[in-house]
């Protein structure tokens, strides 16, 4: 399926071996290492086309292993923690990480976040041949305005008609906050009539097909109190 | 050795100053006499330098004044014989220039010249008849004619009008242009145009002869004879004196030299008349001052001496007033005042504050009585002198318990403020009041307890981040084992060849891995929010929306629930101020927790109202267990149901409570028997603070 195989680095090694068994019903490749020092041997000396690695361990942390491993090669890493704090996450990312998966994580998720990732990283090149006049890229999420269609890691999404008029409002103004009441008007061409729970029931479609976690959405997110959004990544 | 060297160049420079100060203030004093009779004193000076003694002033004034005399006497002598000779006796008179004469006349001699027995001047007075009537020469028969006798070279003729005046044979030009004015050493003779001879002297006649150079009397006296004698003492006196005035200088110039020791002797002199009282001072300067007037001695050495006395007592109130800046203060009354101060202030120490408050009061009004009495008493016999001391006295008093009272009110201000910038947790520097002032032990005690206070807050803050700390490591580690636990249930729900009530079992250990996974996240949320540690993003939001978007998230469980929601929230507006997200928990919370405890079949009510610059949402249901009002189910882990049965984690009310707190609004239970009531409440945001708008595209 890819080239070379996905680096697993944890200092548990229980934990190791059951996200490199869910990675390899996938069909995945896998390597395991279970410190900052053999997971930088590794990346030079096998070919590796993804990093799953925990940020504490013994010999060397996870942060100064992925600053080592940006220094030389340009892969996707997902980054392990039992922090959960945005502190945390926003220190991974700056590092150099392309992903942050709080322990204890549901293995479903991890393995489509790799999906994610690997698609992206391999895709990369066609959302960019992509990319014109009629193409907004968002992240994983990239929307055709003539042919009103999205996708998600390069997969077209599958809407209804409902969702991708609220998805083509979003998309056209990514970040923009939008009141229920305004989704309502814009998309169903009706005066608001208990546009709330309406306009979130169809949220919740719509996160459960792009999210690659619907419970703790990255993209369409609410604003409490004021409206709706599509994150602007 | 030095500091005795020290010491006589400082008492030699001391005395060397007052003396020449001495000296050059006398001839001062004598400059300004001079300056005062310039004209007689120019004369004088003149005669100084003159060989002949006959052209002096001094030897006119003595022969026109001789010669006035004379006249005055013949005029007696032809008026009345027989009373002339008494009248005579003694007599006294002045010239027209104001001068006082003595000539001491008898019978014998009525002209009082006879006591010149060295016979410098020789006379001859008469009338016209008998021109030679006395004489005191028997030599010669007429002196009025011919040559002068051997020796002799001066006569002086009256011819009972005029004067004429033969000198070395030569006539000398007595009248000038014929005006006589009195200062200018003219011969002070009858016969001027505006000074003629009186008519009652036109029939005598005087002729007076002068020795060349006089001779001194064996016995008696001669004014010629002193004429040229005074005039060289005057001349030896004025020699002396400048060589005083030149050894004045020398003084001057040592007192100059040394004048460092004579300030350090002049300033250890002031610190042992610092400690005398005012008024000893004060009647030091009053003897001082009676001393150079000249008041005790009449006479004119003893006023020189009372001078030269004077000069060190002018001398010591001069260095006092330099050196003693404010001596006037330490006077009898006012030390008398402070020892009296000094002794309350002892006194008073050992009372409690309230007592030494109320004794100043009485001490005041006790003081004003007596100084009042004592001096209306003292007033009345001095008619009104002591008044003005009194009153004084009165007003210091008063003065005095004012200056207290302002302290002590501008204290209990500054007590005031700092018990309350205390009160209200300001970190405050402690109050320091001064050394004297009656409530510094209050401030004390109370930058004690402030102290106290501060100490126990850091305590507290401290231990209630370690609390943060060790729950947050213990999250940790439990998190890693949990993560293989949720991983392996997951692997284990793959396996499709497992007997059906492995399977059931493998569905429990999912849900309660989950429930373990969420309490975590709650604790370690819950400790956060309740130590302030959590971070916020607050912003203006709609109250009604978010609530409404809440139910609108959850509303699948509301639905499959045997609950009826009736939901009541104004379609305006309701602004506040507050982090959505963490809002959205607190309803969330709310709403499982009715979900979770509702007895079936009942209603939900959700209700949203302003008030009073309030909004406040209120969420009411019937609970399905028994509530005991007495235990405050928002803390940590408590549950209405003591059996813990349930599937939530203890910390729902706990979460919404913490996190309504966290953005500054409040949250209250109320439980009526069955009835549970959960209000959270938050301030209103002002309408001038708008709504985030969406942008318009």
Same mark, same amino acid.
């Given at each position: 399926?890819?080239?070379?195989?996905?680096?697993?680095?944890?200092?548990?090694?229980?934990?190791?071996?059951?996200?490199?068994?869910?990675?390899?019903?996938?069909?995945?490749?896998?390597?395991?290492?279970?410190?900052?020092?053999?997971?930088?041997?590794?990346?030079?000396?096998?070919?590796?086309?993804?990093?799953? @690695?925990?940020?504490?361990?013994?010999?060397?942390?996870?942060?100064?292993?992925?600053?080592?491993?940006?220094?030389?090669?340009?892969?996707?890493?997902?980054?392990?923690?039992?922090?959960?704090?945005?502190?945390?996450?926003?220190?991974?990312?700056?590092?150099?990480?392309?992903?942050?998966?709080?322990?204890?994580?549901?293995?479903?998720?991890?393995?489509?976040?790799?999906?994610?990732?690997?698609?992206?990283?391999?895709?990369?090149?066609?959302?960019?041949?992509?990319?014109?006049?009629?193409? @907004?890229?968002?992240?994983?999420?990239?929307?055709?305005?003539?042919?009103?269609?999205?996708?998600?890691?390069?997969?077209?999404?599958?809407?209804?008609?409902?969702?991708?008029?609220?998805?083509?409002?979003?998309?056209?103004?990514?970040?923009?906050?939008?009141?229920?009441?305004?989704?309502?008007?814009?998309?169903?061409?009706?005066?608001?009539?208990?546009?709330?729970?309406?306009?979130?029931?169809?949220?919740?479609?719509?996160?459960?097909? @792009?999210?690659?976690?619907?419970?703790?959405?990255?993209?369409?997110?609410?604003?409490?109190?004021?409206?709706?959004?599509?994150?602007?990544? | 050795?030095?500091?005795?060297?020290?010491?006589?160049?400082?008492?030699?420079?001391?005395?060397?100053?007052?003396?020449?100060?001495?000296?050059?203030?006398?001839?001062?004093?004598?400059?300004?006499?001079?300056?005062?009779?310039?004209?007689?004193?120019?004369?004088?000076?003149?005669?100084?330098?003159?060989?002949?003694?006959?052209?002096?002033?001094?030897?006119?004034?003595?022969?026109?004044?001789?010669?006035?005399?004379?006249?005055? !006497?013949?005029?007696?002598?032809?008026?009345?014989?027989?009373?002339?000779?008494?009248?005579?006796?003694?007599?006294?008179?002045?010239?027209?220039?104001?001068?006082?004469?003595?000539?001491?006349?008898?019978?014998?001699? $009525?002209?009082?010249?006879?006591?010149?027995?060295?016979?410098?001047?020789?006379?001859?007075?008469?009338?016209?008849?008998?021109?030679?009537?006395?004489?005191?020469?028997?030599?010669?028969?007429?002196?009025?004619?011919?040559?002068?006798?051997?020796?002799?070279?001066?006569?002086?003729?009256?011819?009972?009008?005029?004067?004429?005046?033969?000198?070395?044979?030569?006539?000398?030009?007595?009248?000038?242009?014929?005006?006589?004015?009195?200062?200018?050493?003219?011969?002070?003779?009858?016969?001027?145009?505006?000074?003629?001879?009186?008519?009652?002297?036109?029939?005598?006649?005087?002729?007076?002869?002068?020795?060349?150079?006089?001779?001194?009397?064996?016995?008696?006296?001669?004014?010629?004879?002193?004429? $040229?004698?005074?005039?060289?003492?005057?001349?030896?006196?004025?020699?002396?004196?400048?060589?005083?005035?030149?050894?004045?200088?020398?003084?001057?110039?040592?007192?100059?030299?040394?004048?460092?020791?004579?300030?350090?002797?002049?300033?250890?002199?002031?610190?042992?008349?610092?400690?005398?009282?005012?008024?000893?001072?004060?009647?030091?300067?009053?003897?001082?001052?009676?001393?150079?007037?000249?008041?005790?001695?009449?006479?004119?050495?003893?006023?020189?001496?009372?001078?030269?006395?004077?000069? $060190?007592?002018?001398?010591?109130?001069?260095?006092?007033?330099?050196?003693?800046?404010? *001596?006037?203060?330490?006077? !009898?009354?006012?030390?008398?005042?402070?020892?009296?101060?000094?002794?309350? +202030?002892?006194?008073?120490? +050992?009372?409690?504050?309230?007592?030494?408050?109320?004794?100043?009061?009485?001490?005041?009004?006790?003081?004003?009585?007596?100084?009042?009495?004592?001096?209306?008493?003292?007033?009345?016999?001095?008619?009104?002198?002591?008044? $003005?001391?009194?009153?004084?006295?009165?007003?210091?008093?008063?003065?005095?318990?004012?200056?207290?009272?302002?302290?002590?009110?501008?204290?209990?201000?500054?007590?005031?403020?700092?018990?309350?910038?205390?009160?209200?947790?300001?970190?405050?520097?402690?109050?320091?009041?001064?050394?004297?002032?009656?409530?510094?032990?209050?401030?004390?005690?109370?930058?004690?307890?402030?102290?106290?206070?501060?100490?126990? !807050?850091?305590?507290? !803050?401290?231990?209630?981040?370690?609390?943060?700390?060790?729950?947050?490591?213990?999250?940790?580690?439990?998190?890693?084992?949990?993560?293989?636990?949720?991983?392996?249930?997951?692997?284990?729900?793959?396996?499709?060849?497992?007997?059906?009530?492995?399977?059931?079992?493998?569905?429990?250990?999912?849900? +309660?891995?989950?429930?373990?996974?969420?309490?975590?996240?709650?604790?370690?949320?819950? *400790?956060?929010?309740?130590?302030?540690?959590?971070?916020?993003?607050?912003?203006?939001?709609?109250?009604?929306?978010?609530?409404?978007?809440?139910?609108?998230?959850?509303? %699948?469980?509301?639905?499959?629930?045997?609950?009826?929601?009736?939901?009541?929230?104004?379609?305006?507006?309701?602004?506040?101020?507050?982090?959505?997200?963490?809002?959205?928990?607190?309803?969330?919370?709310?709403?499982?927790?009715?979900?979770?405890?509702?007895?079936?079949?009942?209603?939900?009510?959700?209700?949203?109202? %302003?008030?009073?610059?309030?909004?406040?949402?209120?969420?009411?249901?019937?609970?399905?267990?028994?509530?005991?009002?007495?235990?405050?189910?928002?803390?940590?882990?408590?549950?209405?149901?003591?059996?813990?049965?349930?599937?939530?984690?203890?910390?729902?009310?706990?979460?919404? +409570?913490?996190?309504?707190?966290?953005?500054?609004?409040?949250?209250?239970?109320?439980?009526?028997?069955?009835?549970?009531?959960?209000?959270?409440?938050?301030?209103?945001?002002?309408?001038?603070?708008?709504?985030?708008?969406?942008?318009?595209?």
């Amino acid at each position: 399926m890819n080239e070379g195989s996905i680096l697993v680095v944890d200092d548990d090694r229980e934990i190791v071996r059951s996200i490199a068994i869910h990675l390899e019903k996938e069909g995945y490749s896998v390597l395991c290492a279970y410190n900052g020092l053999e997971a930088l041997d590794m990346v030079m000396s096998q070919p590796v086309c993804l990093i799953i @690695i925990d940020v504490m361990m013994p010999k060397m942390d996870g942060l100064s292993a992925i600053m080592k491993i940006r220094e030389k090669r340009n892969l996707p890493i997902i980054v392990l923690s039992a922090k959960s704090e945005d502190t945390d996450k926003i220190l991974g990312l700056s590092i150099g990480a392309d992903d942050y998966v709080t322990k204890p994580f549901n293995p479903m998720e991890l393995v489509a976040r790799v999906r994610s990732q690997l698609r992206r990283y391999t895709s990369l090149g066609d959302i960019h041949a992509q990319q014109g006049n009629h193409v @907004i890229v968002n992240g994983r999420l990239s929307y055709n305005t003539e042919e009103h269609i999205l996708t998600a890691d390069g997969e077209p999404v599958k809407l209804t008609a409902t969702e991708t008029k609220i998805i083509d409002l979003f998309m056209r103004n990514l970040g923009r906050i939008f009141p229920a009441e305004e989704i309502y008007r814009r998309v169903w061409n009706e005066p608001a009539f208990s546009a709330e729970n309406t306009v979130m029931v169809h949220i919740r479609r719509i996160r459960e097909k @792009i999210e690659l976690n619907p419970k703790e959405p990255e993209y369409l997110k609410v604003v409490w109190g004021i409206g709706y959004k599509i994150e602007k990544k | 050795m030095d500091t005795k060297l020290k010491k006589s160049k400082a008492i030699v420079s001391l005395i060397s100053f007052f003396l020449s100060m001495g000296i050059l203030i006398a001839t001062a004093i004598f400059g300004i006499s001079f300056l005062m009779n310039y004209d007689y004193a120019m004369q004088q000076i003149s005669d100084l330098k003159q060989e002949d003694y006959q052209n002096t002033n001094a030897f006119r004034a003595e022969l026109s004044q001789m010669l006035n005399h004379i006249l005055h !006497v013949m005029d007696t002598l032809s008026s009345s014989d027989t009373a002339a000779e008494t009248e005579l006796q003694d007599s006294v008179y002045s010239d027209s220039d104001g001068n006082r004469y003595y000539y001491f006349s008898d019978a014998d001699d $009525p002209f009082g010249l006879n006591a010149d027995t060295a016979r410098n001047l020789l006379y001859q007075i008469g009338t016209a008849s008998n021109r030679t009537a006395y004489s005191n020469d028997t030599e010669h028969e007429n002196l009025y004619e011919g040559d002068l006798p051997e020796g002799y070279n001066f006569r002086l003729i009256f011819d009972g009008k005029t004067v004429s005046i033969e000198k070395d044979g030569v006539a000398v030009d007595v009248y000038g242009d014929g005006f006589y004015r009195s200062d200018s050493g003219m011969w002070n003779v009858p016969g001027y145009e505006n000074m003629a001879a009186n008519p009652d002297y036109e029939n005598f006649r005087v002729c007076l002869v002068a020795r060349q150079i006089p001779v001194e009397p064996m016995d008696g006296s001669s004014a010629l004879y002193d004429i $040229p004698q005074q005039g060289r003492e005057t001349l030896l006196f004025l020699r002396i004196w400048s060589c005083i005035i030149a050894f004045s200088a020398i003084l001057l110039v040592l007192a100059f030299l040394w004048r460092k020791e004579r300030r350090e002797l002049s300033r250890r002199i002031a610190a042992h008349t610092a400690n005398l009282y005012f008024e000893w001072k004060l009647a030091f300067a009053i003897l001082v001052l009676f001393l150079t007037t000249g008041f005790v001695s009449g006479s004119i050495p003893g006023n020189v001496v009372c001078f030269l006395l004077s000069l $060190p007592g002018y001398y010591l109130i001069a260095i006092d007033l330099r050196y003693n800046r404010g *001596s006037w203060r330490r006077n !009898v009354i006012s030390t008398m005042l402070r020892r009296r101060a000094e002794y309350r +202030k002892t006194f008073e120490q +050992k009372l409690p504050l309230e007592r030494r408050l109320l004794e100043r009061w009485d001490d005041f009004i006790k003081c004003e009585a007596i100084t009042f009495s004592v001096g209306l008493v003292l007033s009345i016999f001095t008619v009104g002198l002591l008044a $003005p001391v009194t009153i004084a006295l009165m007003v210091y008093f008063a003065y005095r318990y004012g200056k207290l009272h302002r302290q002590l009110a501008q204290d209990l201000g500054r007590l005031t403020t700092q018990i309350t910038s205390v009160q209200q947790g300001k970190n405050t520097a402690p109050l320091l009041l001064p050394q004297d002032s009656d409530l510094r032990e209050a401030a004390h005690a109370l930058n004690d307890i402030e102290h106290g206070v501060n100490t126990a !807050v850091e305590e507290r !803050v401290k231990s209630e981040r370690m609390k943060v700390e060790l729950i947050t490591n213990v999250s940790h580690d439990i998190k890693t084992p949990l993560t293989s636990i949720i991983s392996y249930v997951d692997l284990l729900k793959q396996e499709e060849t497992l007997p059906d009530h492995v399977k059931d079992y493998i569905k429990v250990l999912d849900e +309660k891995s989950l429930r373990l996974k969420n309490m975590i996240q709650d604790i370690f949320d819950v *400790s956060k929010a309740a130590s302030g540690n959590m971070e916020l993003q607050m912003e203006p939001l709609d109250l009604g929306k978010l609530v409404r978007q809440t139910l609108a998230d959850m509303d %699948e469980a509301v639905q499959a629930s045997q609950l009826l929601f009736r939901v009541d929230i104004p379609d305006q507006p309701v602004t506040i101020t507050a982090d959505g997200g963490r809002l959205y928990r607190v309803f969330q919370n709310l709403i499982s927790n009715a979900l979770r405890y509702s007895l079936e079949g009942t209603r939900v009510f959700v209700s949203l109202t %302003e008030a009073d610059g309030f909004a406040c949402v209120a969420l009411k249901n019937i609970s399905r267990y028994e509530l005991d009002p007495n235990v405050d189910i928002t803390e940590r882990f408590v549950r209405g149901d003591a059996a813990r049965t349930t599937a939530g984690s203890g910390l729902g009310l706990s979460i919404a +409570k913490s996190f309504t707190e966290a953005c500054g609004g409040e949250f209250s239970i109320q439980i009526d028997a069955d009835l549970f009531t959960a209000r959270v409440t938050f301030p209103l945001t002002p309408p001038s603070i708008t709504l985030q708008k969406p942008s318009e595209a």
